[in-house]
């Protein structure tokens, strides 16, 4: 099996702090991940598209419904964020990760909503820009996620809450929401 000191030394939980400080942390990581994931790298890559003649991207699905998709897939970010940091008692960072485990509101139904949330978030931004190098980073995004991110972050969690944390996970699917709430 491969070592993965530097993951160990990564993930780290939060320190003690309030609510409120936690919070706070949690909204402008959001906002710095939200600038550059859905603002910065898309609108770079539309660019460089447009600059090679690449035609846009054409979707059958309106432009209402992909901003009603982006919002909802937003609020689904926050609220996800938001039970980290108050619920948590960290943030969804892995250098600041949550002291207590979070299995209520969405995690209730599925392991990794800021997750799924982030990839349909990034899909619309794509789409609402008719961009074919950015709609590419959806798949990326959930390789790297999928395949590097999440095994480091589970190991974590399963040192840190054990027991509890191999329940959860035995029960909770990691990407397709499930129709019963899961109980501690």
């Known amino acids: 099996m491969m070592e993965f ?3 160990d030394r990564t993930f780290r939980q939060a ?6 400080w936690n919070l706070a942390k949690t909204l402008g990581q959001v906002a710095v991940f939200w600038t550059v994931f859905l603002v910065i790298i898309p609108v770079g890559l539309l660019r460089i598209e447009r600059a090679l003649g690449v035609a846009p991207l054409v979707t059958p699905v309106g432009r209402p ?5 982006l ?8 609220t996800s964020g938001v039970l980290m940091a108050v619920q948590g008692a ?7 990760a949550p002291r207590r485990l979070v299995v209520r509101g969405p995690y209730r139904y599925v392991r ?3 997750a799924i949330a982030g990839l349909t978030q990034g899909a619309c ?7 074919w190098f950015a709609l590419a980073m959806i798949p990326a995004g959930f390789v790297v996620w999928n395949y590097g991110v999440r095994p480091l972050e589970e190991r974590h969690l399963e040192l840190v809450f054990g027991e509890e944390f191999r329940r959860y ?8 929401p499930g129709f019963r709430a899961w109980k501690r």
Not at 125 to 131: E, F
Request: aromatic residues 8%.
């Open 15 to 20: 320190r003690d702090a309030s609510p409120l």
């Open 112 to 114: 990794n909503p800021m």
């Open 169 to 176: 996970k035995g029960e909770v699917r990691c990407w397709i």
């Open 90 to 96: 960290g943030t969804p960072l892995p250098f600041d």
């Open 71 to 78: 919002v909802a897939a937003s609020a689904l970010g926050l």
């Open 5 to 7: 000191r530097w993951a």
């Open 65 to 69: 419904v992909l901003w009603c998709i």
């Open 125 to 131: 931004v794509a789409l609402l820009l008719q961009s």
